[in-house]
């Protein structure tokens, strides 16, 4: 039985993301987890999270968990979750805080005013249903190109290396969507609030072997 461990450093959206998970792989063993011991043990990992990002490095720092995290990164598959892909860069400026430095680039807050094609103003944060344009990846597979996902994020990440960005979309501005190396798997919407395109995302990441 596979063995998949998400993680536990105090933020929200974590059951929803475990029972996502559970509905798309129903013969796996799903443990919400806060040791370093569990997610040692885990074949598997989800980093997912909502919140500040000074607030989830501090928890992660907290509670023993960057070591184990950074250790999973380094040898299992691992998919993070909305600032479960933010936590993965250098820093943010939100808080002026550093981040796991995995990926090199930053975090930066959508502009403000922001707006679309029209001249009318956006409201950030970010709410709602957006495309997302694919780069060639096995995690896409069965989803079509532009398929629609939820987002809830006023913050973006810039990687320095466009190479990694394997998801693109548009709010005012074009932002990164997913982005990817080696082992690791990363988005900024929500896939467990993104219907039948974010459980199929799920469904490739429990058969992804990189």
Not at 116 to 123: A, S, Y
Request: hydrophobic share 45%; with cysteine.
């Amino acid at each position: 039985m596979i063995n998949i461990a998400v993680i536990d450093y105090g933020m929200g959206n974590l059951r929803s993301v475990a029972k996502a998970i559970e509905h798309v792989a129903p013969q796996a063993n799903v443990r919400i987890s806060s040791t370093a011991a569990e997610i040692d043990a885990a074949d598997r990992v989800v980093v997912p999270g909502q919140g500040a990002m000074p607030d989830c490095m501090r928890e992660l720092d907290a509670r023993g968990l960057r070591e184990p995290l950074l250790r999973a990164t380094a040898s299992r598959p691992v998919l993070g979750i909305c600032i479960g892909v933010q936590m993965l860069f250098d820093s943010s400026d939100e808080g002026h805080v550093a981040g796991l430095g995995l990926l090199r680039g930053t975090v930066k807050r959508f502009p403000e005013p922001l707006v679309d094609e029209h001249g009318v103003r956006l409201k950030v944060p970010h709410m709602g249903w957006n495309t997302v344009a694919q780069s060639a990846h096995p995690m896409w597979h069965g989803i079509a190109d532009g398929a629609r996902f939820y987002f809830v994020h006023s913050y973006h990440v810039v990687p320095e290396d466009d190479q990694v960005i394997v998801g693109r979309s548009h709010y005012g501005i074009p932002f990164t969507a997913a982005v990817r190396r080696d082992n690791i798997f990363a988005v900024q919407f929500h896939p467990e609030k993104s219907q039948a395109s974010g459980l199929a995302l799920l469904a490739n990441f429990i058969r992804w072997n990189p």
